[in-house]
């Protein structure tokens, strides 16, 4: 597979094998995976970025040339990295510091063996008693006819490449929004399209969930409940949706929580029904709502979800009482409608501040950068 990231590899591999670069990068695995989760680069924040599995790679590789198993010694005898220095070393990394141990744990190696089904060593090794960890040195040496060739340097060079890229991608971003907030009376339209252009199926998940929140939102702000603890005290309350933590985090959480009706909102791009279970079953079927990003209607998406749970779950009563805890399903579509209703009530420059807002919180962005 090649992508316009492609290009970049090859040549940061031809600085350091010069003729050998392009067998190297076919015969390498990693390098292979690596190509394969950069080919967002191009694409502009709005695709995903895949950091964590790659730092699993970066500081795992790091380590192991700051320990000096570049140029010599037995690695086979290197009491292996702590996950505690991992971990912080890779939320120090551009994009990281919000970052899971999910990667590190498994998921990077489940990932490559995905791509990879025939390559028999895994990327990462694992003492899980002593939480000692090591790169697969195996996968860093490329042997070409007679030589040997160590690519250590070369997935370093990579992964830098690729998060100044990207870094430069989400720089444009924040400042498009910025444009956009400074024209805000001026050019309505161009600001209601670019919105418009983040609610789409191929946009990243976090810049998704960020849109997502920034309407509902405003959606919900101006609805009133009444309510008290008997009939000669009741309150009124406006409705608040509140972000209850990172995007994309796989933290086990819940994504938007509202006030005062305790009403819950999982944001979600996946139509298998093991997550809406997942999700359902951590609540104890507690009503949820799910942000899907889909442009599938209400009715399709239920009927998709169903045939999905019937395959997992034979008995029916089963099924129909988790479909049952669904008290909402919020689709592309409707997201648009809303939008576009919130817009006619004069709410835009609203929705624009909070998508910048989230959005700098989101991926660290600090004014004076």
């Known amino acids: 597979m090649e992508h316009l990231f492609t290009q970049y590899i090859k040549d940061i591999l031809a600085k350091q094998f010069d003729k050998q670069a392009d067998a190297i990068f076919t ?89 990879f089904p025939e390559c028999e060593s895994a990327p990462i090794i694992r003492d899980l008693q002593n939480n000692r960890y090591w790169i697969n040195e195996y996968l860093l040496k490329i042997k070409i006819g007679r030589k040997t060739y160590n690519i250590a340097k070369s997935i370093i060079n990579i992964i830098d490449e690729y998060a100044r890229v990207k870094s430069e991608s989400f720089q444009r971003f924040i400042e498009q929004c910025q444009e956009l907030e400074n024209i805000e009376n001026k050019d309505v339209k161009k600001i209601k399209n670019f919105i418009i252009s983040l609610l789409a199926p191929n946009v990243d998940a976090r810049l998704f969930e960020i849109v997502s929140f920034s309407i509902l939102k405003y959606y919900y702000k101006d609805e009133k409940i009444y309510w008290g603890y008997s009939l000669e005290d009741i309150n009124e309350d406006y409705l608040r949706l509140y972000k209850t933590g990172r995007t994309n985090a796989n933290d086990g959480g819940i994504d938007f929580v509202m006030k005062p009706l305790g009403r819950f909102f999982q944001v979600t791009e996946t139509l298998d029904f093991k997550k809406y279970f997942l999700d359902i079953d951590k609540i104890e079927r507690y009503p949820i709502t799910f942000v ?28 129909d009482k988790y479909l049952a805890s669904i008290e909402e399903l919020i689709n592309i579509p409707k997201l648009k409608s809303i939008f576009e209703s919130l817009c006619a009530q004069g709410n835009l420059s609203f929705i624009l501040r909070e998508i910048l807002l989230q959005s700098k919180v989101e991926f660290n962005y600090d004014d004076d950068e």
């Open 292 to 319: 899907v990003k889909s442009e599938d209607e209400d009715g399709v998406l239920r009927a998709k979800l169903k045939e999905s749970a019937k395959k997992t779950y034979s008995v029916e009563t089963i099924v």
């Open 27 to 115: 015969k390498s695995p990693i390098l292979q995976y690596l190509n394969i989760k950069t080919k967002s680069a191009q694409r502009g924040s709005k695709s995903r970025a895949s950091f964590a599995n790659l730092y699993a790679i970066y500081v795992l590789v790091e380590d192991y040339i700051n320990e000096g198993y570049l140029c010599s010694g037995n690695y086979a005898k290197y009491e292996g990295a702590l996950f505690t220095d991992l971990l912080k070393r890779t939320r120090e990394l551009p994009f990281g510091a919000k970052l899971q141990n999910h990667a590190l744990n498994s998921r990077m190696n489940e990932e490559f063996k995905k791509y």
